[in-house]
């Protein structure tokens, strides 16, 4: 029983010295309790400090708590800092073995980083993706260094993760470009994953910026073939041309420019969206736009539309080249006649040179006319090719 309590008192006093801190203290309360990793390994830190060799109090530890991936670690780096990288190797392996998580994993992918040895850097860098979380861009930025090219990173670094993917598609198309980070698009919309909608909307936004218009088309089917996009109607051109889905202003979907003079309002499949306008709205000014795919056809734009009153509204509706860009003449171009009954529009539109075309509703003041002050409503717009009679 004595034998007993020296010992507690002995561990207790231990406990204490480690409390006080410093390196007599420390060292102390390693010798009472000789037992204790943590005391040896806090110990190595204080030695190292001072400028003395850790290795003996790191290997004990070590030795203490094999299973500790942290002591080795440290000991690993110590290693290399001596220039024994034989040795680094092994303890940072042993503590990926013991600790299967990120952190091991990621220093493994560094420390052969740091050594030019390319085939085990790939080898803990799928290693590492496979367990990371958070922001991942410095591992990227580290795959980057030893391989720029997206789609060699995708293929030997890269599980079939979704946020990982994610990351990286924005990575990518950063780096290298919006075309170049292709492949990663492709292995997101592979994973069908409705968390991803809005980096492929934003990938999606970022070729067609880049005037990527056949690159963004293909992101596009993607995104609507997984649920990710609204499909377009039976025979018709048109990205959700019934307003089944609230505008997202992304991609290949309506974009909408609504202000405090003439708001917008999106009204579902019995009424596609009305405008009402206070009298004050500029002289000029879009209303609604959106690139549409076409083949190369004639085509056909037809809506209903009404007014509120019969005074001349200044509203128009254009289909243009969207590769010339809106500067240039519409291919063609109609005005509102005013209506309070519901009223079809048709519009022949000429092929375009491009194999996209641009819808646009847009409001400008014609001379000798007051500012419109009323409402006007549109619905079933619909675009469709002569050839095809889609």
Known sequence: MAAVLAFSLRLAYAGILEQEGGLAALARAAALDPWNARYHADLAGLLERHGLDPAPELALACRL??????????????????????????????????DHQFAPRIALMNFYFRQGDTPNFWIWARRSFERSYGDRAAAFQLCWMTTPDPAAILARALPPDAETLRQFLVFAADRAGPRRAMPVARALLALREVESRNALLGYCDGLLEAGLLDDAKTVWDGMARSGLAPPNEPANLLTNPLFR???????????????????????GPELGFSVDFSGDQPEACPLIRQIVPVSEESLTFGMEYRTSSAADNGVSVAVGD?????????LAEAGLAPSLDWTVLRLPVPRAKSRFVCVAVRYRRKPGTVRYSGRVEFRRLRLSGNSSGR
């Open 65 to 98: 708590d094999p299973r500790n991936a942290a002591y080795w670690m440290r000991r690993a780096i110590h290693a290399e800092t001596r220039g024994e990288i034989a040795a680094a190797a092994r303890f940072y392996l042993e503590a990926a073995r013991v």
């Open 245 to 267: 889905a609230l505008p997202s202003g992304r991609g290949f979907d309506w974009k909408l420019s609504s202000s405090p003079e003439a708001v917008l309002t999106p009204g």
């Open 322 to 330: 969207a590769v010339a860009g809106e500067a240039a003449n519409p």
